[in-house]
């Protein structure tokens, strides 16, 4: 099949790249003109595992197409997927503006009956939102082609996004015309070879079920929190408490892992979007406010240990940070806890070193000589009086513990995501204080 895919994103890239890779005709269109030229010589502008070679291939073998050329896109493709970024607005809301000028292009230059795919996370009636700017775009055009708009939602996990994408789950399909079936299921038939993954349902319910599974995650993802915050008051350890809850086959273990918060392009902005959403039906979303509200408190609580742990004044000291990206296995800092600590430790008149093995916030920290990102692990601890981790990157699960002790000042660890074992770093002479295990 003929495939455009406007934006190439988190979700754009790995779409297009991963339907290219089963043969299909893909060609990935973005306003950058940057970005672009450094996709065509091969320069991914994100970091996610296998992505890099998949692109590669695929454009190599011609399969893959990168164009700023909007009319080069639309009249190529039979199917065209929108996958650009709906970033929150300062109410909450999604802002659809990226949405809103891809469907205006596809309207000029449309040239024959296309079916257009809406792929970004994007509130209830977005779907509709398109059909009427595109209706009312093509009579200005004086454009007689018909088109179909159907409802796709991603579920991918950055960090593991191509994986995901080649063995989904599941396939969500918002269709209003059942005729659609045949060429869904044509498109993708190379991820259902082992088995029928493909959920058809009506548009409205495709589009809340993106919402509502982020919304699910986050929320179990701040009750653990909630838990561990309690462990620490009460003298309980939330390891022992989550193997105990997560062994019920009701609750499971999956997202009931404590730590300093969740971040990423995802459940931040789509349970703001869900409760903004939801306010506009005069509807109080009272348990998703909360799950927001208990996120933001927990993004504060390493620096909050820090401060108990060390007194009020920080002017003297030189604190690590490893991990700035949200979550490992990505570049991407959107929210990322590391943000919220690493401000206040430089509000308060810390000196910060970090490390992360592909992530930055040179772009997001303001110039600081106390702010420095260091190449190495170990050179970003050098004679610091604590260290904290925020990202549970591979590397610092198996660290010398040794080299790690005679690196710092002070061997003072405030563990962020619990990567540690409490009773072996005390064997080894650290100070270890985790998320709910009673140590502060």
Not at 296 to 320: C, D
């Amino acid at each position: 099949m003929n495939i455009t895919v406007i934006g190439t994103g988190y979700v754009g890239l790995v779409t297009g790249t991963c339907f290219a890779e089963v043969g299909h005709n893909v060609i990935c269109l973005d306003k950058d003109i940057p970005k672009i030229n450094k996709l065509k010589k091969g320069i991914i502008p994100i970091y996610e595992p296998k992505l890099d070679s998949l692109v590669k291939s695929n454009y190599k073998d011609k399969r893959l197409n990168f164009t700023t050329s909007y009319k080069e896109a639309i009249n190529s493709s039979d199917i065209i997927f929108i996958a650009v970024d709906t970033p929150s607005k300062k109410n909450g809301q999604a802002n659809l503006s990226s949405i809103e000028i891809a469907i205006e292009s596809i309207a000029k230059y449309m040239n024959s009956y296309k079916i257009i795919v809406q792929k970004s996370t994007a509130p209830v009636g977005t779907c509709k939102h398109i059909n009427n700017i595109l209706t009312k775009n093509l009579k200005k055009y004086n454009n007689s082609n018909s088109f179909n708009i159907v409802s796709n939602p991603e579920f991918l996990k950055e960090g593991s996004a191509v994986s995901d994408f080649m063995k989904p789950d599941r396939i969500i399909i918002g269709i209003d015309n059942n005729k659609l079936k045949l060429t869904f299921d044509e498109m993708y038939k190379p991820f259902n070879r082992k088995l029928y993954k493909i959920q058809y349902m009506d548009i409205k319910s495709s589009e809340l079920t993106k919402y509502a599974a982020n919304a699910l995650l986050a929320t179990k993802i701040s009750f653990i929190n909630e838990i561990a915050n309690i462990c620490d008051l009460v003298g309980a350890n939330i390891e022992y408490v989550r193997q105990g809850i997560g062994s019920d086959k009701r609750i499971g273990y999956e997202f009931l892992y404590p730590g300093c918060g969740y971040g990423g392009s995802c459940f931040p902005k789509d349970i703001k979007a869900l409760s903004s959403l939801s306010k506009k039906m005069n509807y109080k979303t009272r348990l998703i406010n909360s799950v927001d509200a208990i996120n933001e408190a927990q993004k504060k609580l390493l620096f909050r240990k820090i401060k108990s742990y060390f007194g009020s004044n920080l002017k003297k000291l030189t604190i690590s940070v490893w991990g700035l990206s949200f979550k490992p296995e990505t570049n991407d800092t959107r929210y990322a806890p590391s943000i919220n600590l690493i401000t206040d430790l430089l509000n308060n008149g810390a000196t910060v070193l970090s490390y992360d093995p592909v992530a930055s916030l040179y772009n997001i920290i303001p110039k600081s000589k106390k702010y420095k990102e260091c190449k190495k692990p170990l050179s970003a601890t050098k004679n610091s009086d604590a260290l904290v981790i925020c990202t549970e990157w591979k590397e610092f699960w198996s660290i010398n513990l040794e080299k790690l002790k005679l690196s710092l000042k002070n061997p003072v660890i405030f563990d962020g995501r619990n990567i540690y074992n409490p009773s072996q770093m005390s064997d080894h002479g650290f100070k270890y204080i985790g998320i709910g295990t009673s140590n502060l």
